[in-house]
């Protein structure tokens, strides 16, 4: 196959990935008659949207009193004043309609005895800026992501939205101008290349939880689209903050929830000491997540880890009775019988902090445009490019983000950016030409990987990766980790490009995927670990040992990860919102 | 080289894809149970496991947890076997 016999489709508009926000975006376009290409890597009801157990936050009223502003009060704080007020003013006033719709499309949230839709409280929420707990997470039992993810598929259905269902994105196209042309993409059955022109292409790909060994994500969030996006010559925004929860499962990253220490389960070390009595004396095992996750490496660091490599720390319920653990605690259990082979009623559970969430992404405006500095503007679209979800950073979590709001912003944004490329194929009539010396770029990186001969393995890489990122970018921050973080990832990132796999087939190649997925995240693994080295203050998730205060004065800004100049850029924080007064930084006190 | 023995299994690879699922603990059952397990099978196990991979992850997750039980027999026997094989 060369080039000149590759088949190329066009579009009005390209989404790659389709979780929420990339078939909320879908949807949105197919209904206004826009012909739409949705390409995924895996078919569109296995995203990891349907691992969002949670719920969606939306300022409702119905439990208790609420609005907005006091929602935007909450994001704008747990951001630890990170987040643009702008984009979170938006996504606070959206959020209430964007639940209706979805109501309407079919997702059966929860009821009240008196109809309405039901709301839990959840932690970060108030009411009146600051005051009493709110409640204000809407759900769908405890499967609110896997009801939104398949009510959107089946409504794209409807539309007449185009899948390319297990269909792997190699790379962006642009043109010199920077205009994005749509994609160089492959069937991962066929190995059959495709170029997909569009006239928008959106990015909705997910985050990239797999840069670290223990992690809550799934294989799939590999961060696609940031690389694709780094690779185009766009810089990763706030790479730096990455949610981990303390108490992942060892070995596993299955998430044990704050509720197994709120029922009274505490932490010992491999001497059967109560831990966190030498970190936290008072709030001991209930203090905030980071002080719980830096404790736990603290002790692994000074030997005083479980385990023959002394790699985690136990967690102890068994005192709590069987009948409590039943009753509070089933899914838990139940977690530790099935993977661990372990009864928590009976044996502590392994626990290490696990990668939650990356708050950092690809830059966005509040219309889901991708935006970079040029010159002297901090905040420049790139013409026909749009970012949504995870792989985004809008950025509405800031250093921070809050539990509900992460499947509020893939509807939101999604939704958003879907009106935005609406109007803008009003005004766009036709494809711009296509620029043949980017798909040569991407077919060549595609085909780098049939070189044959002795190279190391991408599974050896990968797991380095992931270990040096656990060890080195983690829950523990310093200058010196940091540093050899730095010089780590860089060293491997050399290695890759050396790598080599065995198998060259064309069809079904998964190791090839698996390739590219690596690659990916090698490039966002460089974004994170840059960052977080640079930014000498803790703020939200990013928390340094050796800077352990926020410093508003000089910090107060957001990061920008240049791929291609491997440097950092920073840009001012929006924090004029739309039509209300600014909240100023406080202290984030709970 | 034997260029036979060299091609990897396509049907393996295709049914490992279809093992990436949205959710970490399908993840973690599956490809473990393919690694320990997919040799060991027989041909009417493969096409139940291939049945299996066409449920909905939620649904997937409620069997391999134990919260739900399949009243397909043949089924709940697999699911089983792939409960069994991850926890030793």
């Not at chain 1, 935007?72 to 630890?80: A, E, L, Y």
């Not at chain 1, 995870?390 to 009106?419: K, M, P, Q, T």
């Not at chain 1, 935005?420 to 085909?447: C, F, G, V, W």
């Not at chain 1, 930014?535 to 107060?556: F, L, Q």
Request: proline residues 4%; aromatic residues 8%; hydrophobic residues 40%.
């Amino acid at each position: 196959m060369t080039i000149s016999n590759i088949q190329r489709r066009r579009f009005d508009s390209l989404i790659i990935g389709a979780g929420g926000g990339g078939l909320r975006a879908a949807l949105q376009l197919a209904e206004a008659d826009a012909s739409v290409a949705v390409v995924s890597k895996v078919f569109p009801t296995r995203s990891h949207t349907v691992a969002a157990q949670g719920g969606m936050n939306a300022a409702l009223a119905n439990v208790l009193p609420d609005n907005w502003h006091w929602h935007m009060f909450d994001t704008v704080k747990g951001s630890d004043y990170l987040g643009d007020q702008d984009a979170i003013e938006y996504m606070c006033r959206a959020a209430p309609k964007v639940v209706y719709e979805l109501e309407h499309f079919g997702v059966p949230f929860s009821r009240l005895d008196n109809g309405r839709i039901y709301q839990r409280p959840f932690g970060g929420q108030s009411q009146n800026f600051g005051g009493e707990q709110a409640a204000r997470t809407c759900a769908a039992a405890d499967r609110t992501g896997h009801a939104i993810l398949h009510s959107l598929y089946q409504q794209n259905i409807r539309a007449k939205t185009h899948f390319f269902d297990e269909y792997f994105a190699v790379d962006l196209l642009k043109d010199e101008e920077g205009n994005i042309l749509g994609a160089f993409v492959f069937d991962i059955h066929t190995g059959e290349e495709l170029i997909i022109e569009a006239k928008t292409t959106l990015l909705a790909t997910g985050g990239a939880g797999q840069l670290y060994r223990t992690t809550t994500n799934a294989l799939i969030n590999t961060g696609d689209g940031m690389g694709m996006a780094l690779r185009a010559g766009i810089p990763l925004q706030d790479m730096e903050f990455f949610q981990f929860h303390p108490t992942g499962i060892a070995g596993r990253g299955m998430l044990i929830t704050e509720g197994a220490r709120g029922e009274g389960g505490y932490l010992v070390n491999a001497e059967g000491e109560r831990l966190m009595e030498r970190y936290a004396p008072n709030a001991k095992d209930l203090a905030s997540r980071d002080v719980v996750s830096r404790a736990i490496e603290t002790e692994i660091r000074e030997g005083r880890g479980c385990g023959p490599n002394k790699d985690y720390v136990m967690l102890k319920l068994d005192h709590l009775g069987v009948d409590v653990i039943q009753k509070r605690l089933p899914g838990i259990r139940q977690t530790c019988i099935t993977f661990l082979g372990i009864d928590p009623a009976e044996q502590p559970v392994p626990v290490y902090p696990t990668a939650h969430y990356t708050m950092g992404g690809i830059p966005t405006n509040r219309q889901g445009q991708v935006v970079v500095p040029v010159k002297d503007t901090p905040e420049e679209a790139v013409n026909g490019l749009y970012a949504a979800g995870e792989c985004a950073c809008v950025s509405v979590h800031g250093a921070n983000r809050l539990g509900g709001n992460s499947l509020l912003d893939i509807l939101v944004f999604g939704r958003a950016a879907a009106n935005h490329i609406i109007d803008y194929l009003k005004e766009n009539h036709y494809h711009r030409p296509m620029n043949e010396e980017s798909i040569e770029k991407a077919y060549q990186r595609l085909h780098r990987w049939d070189d044959t001969g002795e190279g190391e393995s991408v599974e050896q890489i990968r797991s380095e990766l992931k270990l040096v990122m656990e060890k080195n970018c983690g829950v523990f921050r310093t200058q010196e980790v940091l540093d050899q973080g730095v010089k780590e990832v860089t060293a491997l990132h050399e290695r890759l490009t050396k790598a080599r796999i065995s198998d060259h087939s064309a069809m079904f190649n998964t190791a090839r995927v698996e390739a590219l997925e690596l690659e990916n995240l090698m490039d966002v693994a460089l974004a994170t670990v840059f960052s977080a080295c640079a930014r000498t203050e803790s703020r939200g998730a990013h928390s340094r040992v050796d800077y352990p205060e926020r410093d508003d004065m000089n910090w107060m800004k957001h990061s920008l990860y240049s791929l291609l100049e491997r440097k950092l850029d920073y840009k001012p924080v929006r924090t004029k919102p739309v039509t209300v007064a600014t909240f100023p930084p406080k202290a984030r006190v709970y | 080289m034997n260029a036979v023995s060299s091609m990897p299994d396509k049907k393996d690879s295709r049914l490992r894809w279809r093992c990436r699922r949205g959710m970490l603990e399908l993840d973690l059952m599956l490809n473990n149970f393919i690694d320990r397990e997919y040799d060991e099978l027989d041909n009417e196990q493969k096409s139940l496991l291939d049945q299996l991979l066409d449920y909905p992850d939620q649904l997937l997750f409620d069997l391999f947890l134990g919260f739900m039980k399949s009243s397909d027999k043949d089924i709940d026997r697999l699911v089983s076997y792939i409960r069994k094989s991850v926890a030793t």
